[in-house]
T-cell receptor, first 108, second 115 residues
């Protein structure tokens, strides 16, 4: 079993849709939870960073962590074509462990 | 935030040859990291490079195959030795993000195709 599981997609949605991206993990030692966004032919960039269970909002993005269920989510409201990218969840308990990445396409 | 550059951005190589990838950071950092991102796979940590000491390799990666240099606090190289088509991948370097504990900044990556 992988330490971090993420649905690879691809996911295609119309512009303006609400997008939900999810990851599950098995290691209770993970304390820091992140979402990275990776555009084609670019390196990953940090999008959201959370430490505890609960929600964290930044503009159209909301990161949700449920440590009891070992489940994290990223919600994108009013999705835009510019949100088209691969989204990687990552978590850390000493070193970064990444999910497989979900490829998102937002159609105009 | 740190600005990271990598050279080359991409390359096509013949099997059996070696390629050295350079990573330059615009500020001094203690730790630099090298990752591999294979098609459809997650990022996998190859090794951690500290200035002035031997790199620390993750399980499944060895120094003979992926020698790393870290001559100063802003620069590192990763060599992919005796390449085979299975080494075709994106290679990324990263550094710690001191504003967010446990997170990292990533370079743009080097896209390697081995024929």
């Amino acid at each position: 079993q992988k330490e971090v599981e993420q649905d690879p997609g691809p996911l295609s949605v119309p512009e303006g849709a609400i997008v939900s991206l999810n990851c599950t993990y098995s290691n209770s030692a993970f304390q820091y939870f992140m979402w990275y966004r990776q555009y084609s032919r670019k390196g990953p960039e940090l999008l959201m960073y959370t430490y505890s269970s609960g929600n964290k909002e930044d503009g159209r993005f909301t990161a949700q962590v449920d440590k009891s269920s070992k489940y994290i989510s990223l919600f994108i409201r009013d999705s835009q074509p510019s949100d088209s990218a691969t989204y990687l969840c990552a978590m850390s308990g000493g070193k970064l462990i990444f999910g497989q990445g979900t490829e998102l396409s937002v159609k105009p | 935030s740190a600005v990271i550059s990598q050279k080359p951005s991409r390359d096509i190589c013949q099997r059996g040859t070696s390629l050295t990838i350079q990573c330059q950071v615009d500020s001094q950092v203690t730790m630099m990291f090298w990752y591999r991102q294979q098609p459809g796979q997650s990022l996998t940590l190859i090794a951690t490079a500290n200035q002035g000491s031997e790199a620390t390799y993750e399980s499944g990666f060895v120094i003979d195959k992926f020698p790393i240099s870290r001559p100063n606090l802003t620069f590192s190289t990763l060599t992919v030795s005796n390449m085979s088509p299975e080494d075709s991948s994106i290679y990324l370097c990263s550094v710690e993000d001191y504003s967010h504990q446990e997170t990292q900044y990533f370079g743009p990556g080097t896209r390697l195709l081995v024929l």
